[in-house]
T-cell receptor, first 114, second 113 residues
Framework: DTGVSQDPRHKITKRGQNVTFRCDPISEHNRLYWYRQTLGQGPEFLTYFQNEAQLEKSRLLSDRFSAERPKGSFSTLEIQRTEQGDSAMYLC????????????FGSGTRLTVV | LAKTTQPISMDSYEGQEVNITCSHNNIATNDYITWYQQFPSQGPRFIIQGYKTKVTNEVASLFIPADRKSSTLSLPRVSLSDTAVYYCLVGDIRGNAGNMLTFGGGTRLMVKP
């Protein structure tokens, strides 16, 4: 297992378009998280899955954002009708919730909305 | 959620030991303390995690006093490649709440030659 994979690494889209990002977590991790990070700030929590169940969503996640994790494996994050304020790095992380190991983050998808 | 406070930035020189202290006065009984390192354009990388006393691994040590209201990340003999942002996080990692780990602004460590 090579870690958490995110695709694409970079995405440039026009305002108003829809975009979808994919995250492949470490296979034995049942927990999956999405974070968003803007320049100079720490990552902000967006949403969390335990297996296929979405257990928590941040208030930052507007109705334009939706995330899925079918079958408890990979996850997708979709942003509809993108806005310039959506420009950020979108980070995915996974864990098995065992003390001492922390989250494993992917390299992120950098979204630029023009 | 326990809030953390850490210095915005620190400077050091190659070969020195660096200690970054984080305050978390409202830490809860089930909370663990976790430190991450982040380089530009990369996701955060897990460094170390602890609950109490001292934890050591191949890259760092984590010192946690008995009251657990603060913690200190110790990086021995830093090199230029340790220049990064370091985040201290506190949360119940074993619970079912997703927002267990909230990132603050982090500490920007600059290692000079």
């Amino acid at each position: 297992d090579t870690g958490v994979s995110q695709d694409p690494r970079h995405k440039i889209t026009k305002r108003g378009q829809n975009v979808t990002f994919r995250c492949d977590p470490i296979s034995e991790h049942n927990r999956l998280y999405w974070y968003r990070q803007t320049l100079g700030q720490g990552p902000e929590f967006l949403t969390y899955f335990q297996n296929e169940a979405q257990l928590e969503k941040s208030r930052l996640l507007s109705d334009r954002f939706s995330a899925e994790r079918p079958k408890g494996s990979f996850s997708t994050l979709e942003i509809q009708r993108t806005e310039q304020g959506d420009s950020a790095m979108y980070l995915c992380a996974s864990s098995h919730g065992t003390p001492g190991y922390g989250y494993t983050f992917g390299s992120g998808t950098r979204l630029t909305v023009v | 959620l326990a809030k953390t406070t850490q210095p915005i930035s620190m400077d050091s020189y190659e070969g020195q030991e660096v200690n970054i202290t984080c305050s978390h006065n409202n830490i809860a009984t089930n909370d663990y303390i976790t430190w991450y390192q982040q380089f530009p354009s990369q996701g955060p990388r897990f460094i170390i995690q602890g609950y109490k006393t001292k934890v050591t691994n191949e890259v760092a040590s984590l010192f946690i006093p008995a009251d657990r209201k603060s913690s200190t990340l110790s990086l021995p003999r830093v090199s230029l490649s340790d220049t990064a942002v370091y985040y201290c996080l506190v949360g119940d990692i074993r619970g079912n709440a997703g927002n267990m780990l909230t990132f603050g602004g982090g500490t920007r460590l600059m290692v000079k030659p």
